[in-house]
């Protein structure tokens, strides 16, 4: 792996954890790092865990480069963080998964459901189009929260190494780069900048015209066309906004603001 890979809690010290050392040269976790890592855990010690610890862990996701992996096996019932989501026991055994999932599907025994978002990697659903592996990002420059039902502590898996690592590589591609920290904008931002940027980061718009029509009919915002362009034009001046699309430097803003709550609250609602 390109990344450090850590096992966390439980994990770091069970028999299972001692496979994905042996397969992926992981090391149990003293602590969460600060670098661009992968941290791997048993979901339903997550599922147990009191909410603080729960925050901790999905607020460690917030960074650029942080992946978590919650593995089976699953506590029943539904967890509430960072969104609603639970795991099914499935009547038998899933089909048409492809590498590591193809190696693991006869071990597979649940598929989640809820409204963590499914991933464009190999074996993220089977052929019923079941779900297989689930994700949430808190912003959209965050790292990944990520949980899956292919039980990657398998012995099978010391026989499929390279498989096994290409399908962690996609996950954490999609974790993103690990950032050095950047100045902040030394313009001050108005509450209606904030507000237009956290209607931009509620979804996403593909240009000027869509994201203005989108606001015309929006029940929360209150903005008129004209406000709207002209926070737009602002925005883009500052170097803030492409298009209808914040930069890297506004997303940061944004999360390091008051108005960050409102950003994951929207893209929640937004999660059909």
Not at 94 to 105: D, M, S, W
Not at 155 to 168: G, Q, T
Not at 237 to 245: N, S
Request: overall charge negative; hydrophobic content about 45%.
């Amino acid at each position: 792996m390109t990344v450090p890979v850590l096992l966390h809690g439980a994990l770091g010290t069970h028999r299972r954890g001692k496979i994905l050392q042996e397969a992926l040269s992981a090391e149990q976790a003293k602590e969460l790092p600060d670098g661009r890592a992968l941290v791997v855990a048993f979901a339903d010690a997550f599922q147990g865990a009191e909410e603080s610890e729960q925050s901790r862990l999905v607020e460690w996701t917030r960074v650029s480069g942080h992946l978590l992996l919650l593995v089976p096996p699953f506590a029943a019932g539904a967890c509430k963080r960072p969104v609603s989501w639970r795991a099914e026991r499935m009547a038998s055994a899933p089909r048409g998964g492809e590498g590591i999932a193809q190696v693991l599907a006869s071990e597979v025994a649940y598929r989640l459901d809820g409204k963590l978002q499914t991933p464009a990697v190999p074996g993220a659903t089977w052929s019923d189009l079941s779900v297989c592996v689930g994700t949430y990002r808190l912003h959209p420059a965050a790292g990944l929260f990520a949980v899956t039902c292919l039980p990657l502590w398998s012995l099978a898996v010391l026989d499929a190494p390279n498989e096994l690592e290409r399908w962690l590589a996609s996950l954490v591609a999609l974790a993103g780069e690990s950032r050095p920290a950047t100045q902040p904008v030394e313009s001050v931002l108005q509450p209606d900048h904030y507000g237009l940027l956290v209607f931009l980061l509620s979804k996403s718009f593909d240009d000027e015209e869509q994201a203005i029509a989108a606001l015309r009919s929006s029940s929360i915002f209150r903005f008129t066309p004209e406000r709207g362009r002209s926070l737009l034009k602002e925005l883009r001046a500052r170097g803030l906004v492409v298009g209808a699309m914040p930069t890297t430097e506004a997303i940061e803003l944004v999360m390091e603001s008051p108005y960050a709550p409102y950003v994951s609250a929207l893209r929640e609602v937004s999660i059909p």
